[in-house]
């Protein structure tokens, strides 16, 4: 998996500090691994098949997530952490290196503008990191635009503010072009705070015209994502408030257009897993957000707060996977903001998590699981998925990321590396800078 032009000089872990921290770990590694591999094979599962499924799975990391996030009351920058897209790239390579599970970053503009594409794609390929879907932003003001975002964007009541936001989605996907992306997302902040406030109707009937200019702009091999949110930035109404209008708008535009599931922007108690059945079920299940969240919202880490939904959600993405037999690609990426962590960390903690859910859904015993719903056998029904989710899987995930050259404990292995305290060295501290979710 990944890419082949790696520079090994460019690579921000030194392999040995790898191979080092491994050798620490590997008896016990493989002793675990036996233990695991004996467990399954007395569920005819072959520990081999779920090491090389995990290890084909590619997650995008958001580049907006390298940086210390922040709440509308504070951020607390780190030493060290990326000031420009380059060296978000070259912290998205150390994850990637640790995990082998992250091949590419998921872009955000303008947050990531820079003045030579061509560079930052062969930037990317030195370092074995390709362009994920590139995520459009006209929920802010930029510096310099004439017209501003305060009143919404593509929705927008005037036709100039509406085309100044089509035209910024053009632009990204003319960046994205150039990267190498397939993909852009676009999630708005538009909608209302007041009763009154909007017409719904009007409103994404305009959001609908502007996007169909952004959709007819897309190269032929590219996908359009359209991401829902139920509340914040505005807090009385949401232009593409939930899967329902997402998936309608979806199936309005054409083919091309597909929803993107965010964990975190849903109604709190809504049954997730079920929306991406049924989005999967119509072919417009096409991206993913990872994240967790326990109130209103939409940015910690993946698994940290709710690990069984997240596994739910796997269940149904696996289950997905067999009915579409190849043709279910759905782009999976993370959309976290770490305030009080240091990304990187929380960023290899998530892709454990993310890949543990994964093998976790992989090892369900769908006949026994169909046999028992036929019977209404309610009991073992829910067993076959709650036994899959309490398997100890982790000397699994330990094997897949060895054999991609990635460690057996990222985290420890990052720690011993002494990476941010050497980038704290090198990278001009700047406290001012936002992960962009300030
Ligand atoms: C939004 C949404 C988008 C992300 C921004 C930063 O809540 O999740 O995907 O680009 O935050
Ligand atoms: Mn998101
Ligand atoms: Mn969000």
Excluded at 82 to 87: A, G, K, L, T
Excluded at 316 to 338: C, N, W
Excluded at 386 to 407: C, K, N, P, Q, Y
């Amino acid at each position: 998996m990944g890419f082949v032009a790696i520079d090994r000089a460019m690579l921000g872990i030194p392999p040995e500090v790898i191979a080092k921290d491994n050798d620490r770990l590997m008896e016990a590694h493989l002793a675990d691994y036996a233990a695991l591999g004996a467990r399954l094979a007395r569920e005819n599962i072959d520990i081999e098949d779920i090491v090389a499924r995990v290890m084909a799975l590619e997650v995008g990391l958001p580049s907006w997530g390298m940086v210390s996030g922040g709440t509308r009351f504070a951020r607390f920058p780190l030493p060290g952490e990326p000031v420009d897209v380059y060296e978000k790239l070259e912290d998205c390579s150390v994850v990637h290196q640790l995990t082998g599970l992250t091949p590419r970053v998921s872009l955000h503009f303008p947050w990531d503008k820079t003045d030579d594409y061509v560079a930052l794609r062969q930037f990317g390929e030195a370092h074995g990191i390709g362009f994920d879907a590139i995520n459009s932003n006209t929920f802010q003001d930029q510096a310099g635009q004439k017209r501003s975002y305060k009143f919404g964007s593509l929705s927008h009541s005037q036709a100039q503010t509406r085309q100044q936001a089509i035209e910024h989605n053009l632009q990204c996907i003319d960046i994205g072009h150039t990267l190498g992306s397939k993909a852009i997302t676009v999630w708005i902040g538009d909608g209302s705070n007041f009763p009154g406030q909007c017409e719904f109707t009007d409103s994404l009937e305009r959001y609908l015209d502007s996007l169909r200019a952004v959709y007819r702009h897309l190269p032929h091999d590219w996908r359009l994502f359209i991401e829902h949110k139920m509340y914040e930035p505005a807090f009385y109404s949401t232009v593409v408030q939930d899967w329902g209008t997402s998936i309608l708008c979806a199936q309005t535009l054409g083919d091309k257009a597909q929803c993107l599931v965010d964990l975190g922007h849903h109604a709190p108690n809504v049954n997730i897993e079920m929306i991406v059945a049924r989005l999967a079920q119509f072919g417009k299940l096409g991206g993913f957000h990872f994240n967790d969240s326990k109130y209103g919202d939409d940015d910690l880490d993946s698994g940290s707060v709710n690990p069984f939904q997240l596994f739910l959600v796997f269940n149904e993405l696996v289950s997905a996977e067999i009915r579409g037999k190849g043709s279910f690609r759905p782009s999976y990426m993370m959309d976290q903001s770490h305030n009080v962590t240091d990304p990187i960390e929380s960023l290899l903690n998530s892709a454990r998590a993310i890949a543990g859910s994964y093998a976790k859904a992989l090892i369900v015993d769908r006949v026994a699981l169909k046999g028992y719903q036929a019977d209404n056998d309610v009991i073992m029904a829910h067993n076959c998925l709650r036994l899959a989710f309490e398997t100890d899987v982790r000397a699994a995930l330990a094997m897949a990321r060895v054999r991609s050259g990635g460690a057996i404990d990222p985290i420890a292995c990052y720690r011993a590396s002494s990476y941010r305290a050497l980038k704290a060295e090198v990278r001009h501290y700047n406290p001012n800078l936002g992960g962009g979710i300030v």
